[in-house]
């Protein structure tokens, strides 16, 4: 899980997420974490003292990405960008022709957040097209927010994980997924999706399942038919899902040690293991 411990609702400062960035790094479960995102705007601003990694969130549009990469402190170290190539309801081809033409000249992956709406399938082939020309991108989709639209039904998002197994397309998700299972915030009534039910549900997409046996992983909030077969698949490599951004770390920890998928002072894989994208 990357680190986003500056976006809400964690919505750290900058140099309070640096510092508590470093102590994950150095913790027990430190490969469970990935790089630290960091809004493009605040780029600047972050003069550390020794090599950070961070993943870049375009905030101010993929135009004001170029000036925040560029001029970046060269002790951060960028291993993603991520760009929100559309708003929903807009075609997401022109945005996502722009990020492919940026990261045609940059070492690093890129992210292209794509709205679950009109144009996307479109633009996964797109995708699929420029990752087979070696253009480092995958997708990124959004699982939450602070408007119940946002979060995609099991079915929209079971035909997602499906489109792009099809497509053999990474991606990774945003927002909301800070519990391993399916549940019901008790403040907002919004259903959020579990990093579980996802892990489990994409594995299942990628040996084969259909749709509708996807969504019904994803649906699940129950552990016991998510536990076993995550288990069971500990050292086989994770399939598509890249991972997920999370304003905390500890939470999702906490989950995967209450399940018994990692243990207390455990400092290896915690999971199905990393994903070549």
Known sequence: MDDAAVFPPGSATVPDAVTGHREHRVAWYADLVGPLLLPASALASVRPDEPLAVGVVADGGIDA????????????????????????????????RR???????????????????????????????????????AAKFRTGGLAAELFPTPVELAAVLCACRDRDLPFKLTAGLHNALRHTDPETGFVHHGFLNVLVATAAAVDGAEVADVAELLAATDPVPLIEPARAHRDRQRPLWVGFGSCSIMEPLTDLIRFGLVNGGYGGDGGYGDVEH
């Open 65 to 96: 990405l170029p000036p925040a990469v560029e001029t970046a402190d060269p002790r951060v170290e960028i291993r993603q960008v991520e760009v929100a190539v559309a708003k929903r309801g807009e075609d997401p081809g022109p945005g996502l």
């Open 99 to 137: 990020l492919l033409t940026l990261l045609a000249g940059w070492p690093f992956i890129g992210y292209a957040e794509l709205p679950l709406t009109w144009g996307l399938l479109a633009a996964l082939d797109t995708l699929a097209e420029a990752r087979a020309a070696g253009v480092r991108v």
